[in-house]
Each structure stands twice: as structure tokens, then as C-alpha cells.
């Protein structure tokens, strides 16, 4: 009796559902992620051995630069359009809806409220040309103080943190952390790089 010999053919696999589910996925990442947004200034935070994961959302962030000026953002379109109406209301700024609109959409903020509106009305590339002197933390002028404050109103789960260049000049340090005292702000989170042991 002759053996019949099956021919074996190879499996053949559509890639079509994979390739759909592959650009599903790069869609679905493109539209939900949320970049961090950029500082003003470039920060070169101290080392600290401690590691806590700060979360993602929330956060009211005071940013010190090295030449001792202080940026300010927080997060969330809703809670900043309120901020900005509580701020627009107590300075008599005179923001419009649309410049209110902008205030929402921005990443962060770097300069006294009298120059707000001003800032507001640069196009994107002035306003990223444009060098902020910083807001003002002086005794008597201590306008941190309103940023902090009306953040929290709106967001009362918001959680401060402090981000300071490790070359900053500490009394400007220490209006920031006055700053956060006088508004009964007495837990913050600091922002610090991991510090790596090297073996000599």
C-alpha cells in the first residue's frame, strides 16, 4: 500500500486587524496624553534621596529660576478661567472673555497682575520671546501671596509644591516659604532630582 504524503502548507496571517489596533492605540495616546507643561526658565533642582512620586494633576507649582525670580501655574482650564476672574476681579484688570480664555489656556505665569492683560494680548511667539521679570514677592507687594490664595478657592484639593534652582539665593526662598506660611499652606511638596551614589 503507497503512503500518501500531505503537503504542509505554511500558515498564512492577516495583519490587517493588528495594523488597525496599532493605530487605534497611537491614536487613542496622541489624544489623551498631556505633556508636562514647559517653565519658563531653565531649573537645575537640588538632589535629594528620597523618592515620592508627585501626582499628575492638582498642583499648584511656584517655580524659583537661579536670578531669583518666581513663576507660578497650575493645572486645569476650569480652575484657571476661575482663577483668573477671582485675580481680574480683586485688581480691576479689565480682562475681557477672550483674554480670560487666554489666561485659562496658559502653562504658567511670570510677571506682576498690572502686566497681565498686556501679556495676554502678545501673539504665542511674542509672548515665548518675551523675558518675565517675575511676580512679585516683596513685603507690601506680595502678589504670590493672591495666586496662592484664589488657586485654592477654586481647587480646594490643590497641593502646592515648590520648585527652585539649586543655585537660587535663599532669602528669595524664604519669601516663597513666608509666602506659603501667611496663606496657612504649611504642607508643599519640593520638586528635587534623585540622587545617584557613584562608588570612588
Wanted: glycine share 6%.
Amino acid at each position: 500500500m503507497a503512503k500518501v504524503k500531505m503537503q504542509r502548507h505554511s500558515p498564512v496571517l492577516d495583519m490587517t486587524p493588528m495594523v488597525d489596533l496599532f493605530f487605534l492605540l497611537v491614536t487613542f495616546f496622541m489624544m489623551t496624553t498631556t505633556f508636562a507643561p514647559s517653565d519658563f526658565v531653565t531649573i537645575t533642582t537640588p538632589h535629594a534621596t528620597s523618592e515620592v512620586k508627585l501626582p499628575e494633576t492638582n498642583n499648584g507649582t511656584i517655580v524659583i529660576s537661579a536670578d531669583g525670580r518666581v513663576f507660578y501655574r497650575t493645572d486645569g482650564t476650569k480652575n484657571l478661567r476661575k482663577l483668573g476672574e477671582r485675580l481680574n476681579e480683586k485688581y480691576s484688570l479689565g480682562l475681557t472673555e477672550s483674554e480670560l480664555e487666554k489666561f485659562s489656556r496658559q502653562t504658567g505665569y511670570g510677571m506682576p497682575l498690572s502686566g497681565l492683560k498686556q501679556f495676554l494680548n502678545l501673539t504665542d511667539t511674542q509672548q515665548k520671546n518675551t523675558t518675565l521679570p517675575g511676580i512679585p514677592v516683596d513685603k507690601g507687594q506680595n502678589e504670590l501671596l493672591d495666586w496662592i490664595v484664589y488657586t485654592r478657592i477654586v481647587n480646594p484639593d490643590v497641593r502646592m509644591v515648590v520648585k527652585g534652582d539649586k543655585t537660587t539665593n535663599y532669602p528669595v526662598i524664604k519669601k516663597v516659604l513666608d509666602s506659603l506660611q501667611d496663606c496657612n499652606v504649611n504642607r508643599f511638596n519640593l520638586i528635587t532630582d534623585k540622587e545617584t551614589n557613584t562608588l570612588i
